[in-house]
């Protein structure tokens, strides 16, 4: 379980992108976290696996308050919870399978890493993960001879491979076409389904975290202002998501909701 109690995050600079945060999200969980750009959804992801501190308040992974965590338990925390980009981050020169062995390297002994020999289990377990995701076949394909969609699915082996818990996923399928869009979050549906890890994305396409989240945190100038089944959103609540107007003052919403259209 991940747990925000009145979690508040401060820039150096002195900008608040999260205040008064207090969530829990339950293993299993698949949930959208959307809102405007600059409203804190990349800030709440990026402080579950400590890639950002807090100011004020705790995080607690599975029990364990992470903020007490120090160089090798953020290590050990990172390793537990994968993490999705838009870019991939992969290294585009060398095949698929290269690229989600690479998950394995922080766990390898000194003189595997410069030899870079894997044990058949890493290399089963690999395979396994590619398949999972349908892209088995490209297994000893560079990365580069592949489309953007099928190179997001190598990322998310990779993650798999790891065996997380957790996968944070930061606009994943922002720089896919709405097809290959699709086809990717159903991944991300069918992993978590069936090997019940928690999913936690950012995304701004709204109709697809409808379709495919079980949960949407909807959060407006770092603070969540809805929480709720993905079934429960209706224009209202999309409405004070986005343009910060309360929910009965129906009348506006609709004009501010086409104008934005934030379900497009
Ligand atoms: N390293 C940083 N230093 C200072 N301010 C930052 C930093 N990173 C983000 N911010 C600010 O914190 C606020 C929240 O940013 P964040 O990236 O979490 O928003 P977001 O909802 O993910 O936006 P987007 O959808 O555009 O990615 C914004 O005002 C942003 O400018």
């Given at each position: 379980m991940i747990e925000f109690i009145d979690v508040e995050k401060q820039y150096?600079?002195?900008?608040?992108?999260?205040?008064?945060i207090n969530v829990k999200i339950e293993q299993g969980e698949y949930v959208a976290i959307i809102g405007l750009s600059g409203a804190g959804k990349s800030t709440f992801i990026r402080c579950i696996n400590r890639m950002h501190g807090i100011t004020e308040g705790s995080i607690y992974i599975n029990g364990m308050?992470?903020?007490?965590?120090?160089g090798k338990g953020v290590r050990k925390l990172r390793r537990s919870i994968g993490m999705i980009f838009q870019s991939f981050n992969l290294v585009t020169r060398t095949t698929v399978l290269k690229n989600v062995l690479v998950s394995y390297v922080p766990d390898l002994p000194f003189w595997r890493k410069i030899t870079g020999i894997f044990t058949k289990e890493q290399k089963i377990n690999a395979l396994t993960a590619l398949d999972k995701v349908g892209i088995l076949d490209k297994a000893y394909v560079r990365v580069d001879q592949l489309s953007g969609g099928q190179q997001q699915r190598v990322a998310l082996a990779r993650t798999l491979a790891q065996a997380p818990q957790i996968i944070l996923a930061d606009?994943?399928?922002?720089?896919?076409?709405p097809v290959t869009a699709n086809l990717v979050m159903e991944d991300f549906r069918k992993i978590n389904k069936e090997l019940n890890m928690t999913v936690v994305m950012n995304i701004h396409h709204v109709e697809l975290a409808l379709t495919y989240a079980d949960r949407i945190i909807g959060i407006r100038s770092g603070e969540i202002v809805f929480d709720g089944n993905a079934s429960d959103v209706n224009d209202e609540v999309l409405s004070l998501i986005?343009?910060?107007?309360?929910?009965?003052?129906t009348s506006a919403n609709e004009s501010t909701i086409s104008e934005k259209n934030p379900v497009a």
């Open positions: 150096p600079n002195g900008l608040t992108a999260l205040k008064n308050d992470i903020r007490l965590l120090k606009e994943p399928v922002a720089s896919l076409d986005y343009s910060g107007q309360e929910v009965e003052d």
